[in-house]
């Protein structure tokens, strides 16, 4: 099989969806999942369903057009802030988006008018992470000024957190989310049907919290594929760690000094690189480099350790695990790696 590729394990991620769908619907929270990692890849998309997951979010409208072109049946919600020029695209495409700009819903609310269409949106509300939302103080003229315009209805709040400034859900903001829903449905007599709390870094809130007030979703994409919360990487019980790894061929294998010999310089990346003299070592090249993947990312299933990188080479010490041309080896990817690799043209997937 032509390498480098990455290995994605359906009945793992099944098990891992499942696993989740249980966990938050007990306490009667549904899940989005989010399908941005794999761009909207239909079979990983449509294990996601096959695991309950019937509310699908990606935040390029690419993806989304992506999944329907394939007639995927599911519910589908754009989780970024559309782009004035997107607003055709989303309203045709998808069931819900979410927003913090009148410029663009104002955009949307046109499309929706010509589609002979209403368009749901979720105004996502900042709660201090500093991405994404309406700042508290403007919600009020941004519901009033919303509910005026024809073709889009508000169907629910949301926000965004652990994400650019990795603050906490907790308690405190995820219970100020729920009282401003209510605080809204009072003032305008409407009901907010969906309440989105967060992403993967919402785990250790729904286990310290027995009550989740108003939050009736979290849009899931890491904790499903990787299989660990994001506040501390924690794994998750019950969940695989391995369900995606990326497999790479080993090119070259020689016994070479582990300190580089001449003057030294810059690499090709404008970087000074240290290395420590531990005499002569088995260094193995794989033929995987930084156009591939995130190499800070790689987590290495066997016992060598990664020395380096360049565009198109790894690097390895393989000395306490002797590696030949051919030999092909396995790398777990943390969320970077697993974005890089699903991005780059040259890494295949294969699916067992
Ligand atoms: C990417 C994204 C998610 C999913 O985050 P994970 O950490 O992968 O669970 C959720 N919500 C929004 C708005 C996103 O952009």
């Given at each position: 099989m032509k390498t480098p590729y990455l290995e994605i394990d359906l009945s793992k991620l099944r098990s891992n969806a499942k696993n989740l769908v249980t966990q938050f619907g007990t306490r009667g929270i549904g899940i989005t999942g989010?399908?941005?990692?794999?761009?909207?890849?239909?079979?990983?998309?449509?294990?996601?369903?096959?695991?309950?997951?019937?509310?699908?979010?990606?935040?390029?409208?690419?993806?989304?057009?992506?999944?329907?072109?394939?007639?995927?049946?599911?519910?589908?919600?754009?989780?970024?802030?559309?782009?004035?020029?997107?607003?055709?695209?989303?309203?045709?495409?998808?069931?819900?988006?979410?927003?913090?700009?009148?410029?663009?819903?104002?955009?949307?609310?046109?499309?929706?008018?010509?589609?002979?269409?209403?368009?749901?949106?979720?105004l996502m509300v900042e709660m201090g992470?500093?991405?994404?939302?309406?700042?508290?103080?403007?919600?009020?003229?941004?519901?009033?000024?919303?509910?005026k315009m024809k073709g889009v209805r508000i169907v629910g709040l949301g926000?965004?957190?652990?994400?650019?400034?990795?603050?906490?859900p907790t308690r405190y903001n995820m219970d100020k989310l729920s009282r401003l829903a209510g605080i809204y449905e009072r003032s305008y007599g409407i009901t907010l049907h969906l309440i989105s709390g967060g992403n993967s870094?919402?785990?250790?809130?729904?286990?310290?919290?027995?009550?989740?007030?108003?939050?009736?979703?979290?849009r899931l994409g890491e904790v499903i594929l990787l299989g660990r919360e994001t506040l501390s990487r924690r794994h998750i019980e019950g969940l695989h760690l391995d369900a995606i790894t990326l497999v790479a061929e080993v090119i070259e294998s020689k016994i070479k000094p582990s300190l580089p010999e001449g003057q030294t310089g810059q690499d090709a990346f404008g970087n000074t690189p240290i290395f420590e003299n531990k005499g002569k070592m088995l260094r193995s090249i794989i033929a995987l480099g930084k156009q591939d993947v995130h190499v800070g990312g790689l987590m290495p299933i066997l016992d060598v350790d990664?020395?380096?990188?360049?565009?198109?080479?790894?690097?390895?010490?393989?000395?306490?695990?002797?590696?030949?041309?051919?030999?092909?080896?396995?790398?777990?990817?943390?969320?970077?790696?697993?974005?890089?690799?699903?991005?780059?043209?040259?890494?295949?997937s294969v699916y067992i």
């Amino acid at each position: 099989m032509k390498t480098p590729y990455l290995e994605i394990d359906l009945s793992k991620l099944r098990s891992n969806a499942k696993n989740l769908v249980t966990q938050f619907g007990t306490r009667g929270i549904g899940i989005t999942g989010v399908t941005k990692s794999f761009l909207g890849e239909p079979r990983i998309a449509n294990c996601l369903v096959s695991a309950g997951i019937i509310s699908l979010g990606d935040s390029r409208i690419e993806n989304i057009i992506r999944m329907k072109e394939a007639n995927m049946q599911a519910h589908f919600t754009l989780i970024r802030t559309p782009s004035i020029n997107d607003a055709h695209e989303v309203v045709s495409y998808t069931d819900v988006s979410f927003n913090t700009e009148l410029s663009i819903i104002a955009a949307l609310s046109k499309s929706a008018i010509e589609q002979k269409k209403v368009h749901d949106i979720v105004l996502m509300v900042e709660m201090g992470d500093l991405r994404e939302g309406i700042p508290i103080q403007e919600l009020g003229t941004t519901f009033e000024k919303v509910l005026k315009m024809k073709g889009v209805r508000i169907v629910g709040l949301g926000t965004n957190l652990a994400c650019l400034s990795g603050v906490r859900p907790t308690r405190y903001n995820m219970d100020k989310l729920s009282r401003l829903a209510g605080i809204y449905e009072r003032s305008y007599g409407i009901t907010l049907h969906l309440i989105s709390g967060g992403n993967s870094a919402n785990f250790d809130w729904l286990q310290e919290n027995d009550n989740v007030g108003r939050i009736n979703n979290i849009r899931l994409g890491e904790v499903i594929l990787l299989g660990r919360e994001t506040l501390s990487r924690r794994h998750i019980e019950g969940l695989h760690l391995d369900a995606i790894t990326l497999v790479a061929e080993v090119i070259e294998s020689k016994i070479k000094p582990s300190l580089p010999e001449g003057q030294t310089g810059q690499d090709a990346f404008g970087n000074t690189p240290i290395f420590e003299n531990k005499g002569k070592m088995l260094r193995s090249i794989i033929a995987l480099g930084k156009q591939d993947v995130h190499v800070g990312g790689l987590m290495p299933i066997l016992d060598v350790d990664i020395l380096g990188s360049s565009s198109d080479h790894i690097i390895l010490d393989t000395t306490r695990t002797p590696l030949h041309v051919g030999d092909k080896i396995r790398f777990g990817v943390n969320y970077a790696a697993l974005l890089s690799s699903m991005t780059s043209p040259f890494v295949r997937s294969v699916y067992i």
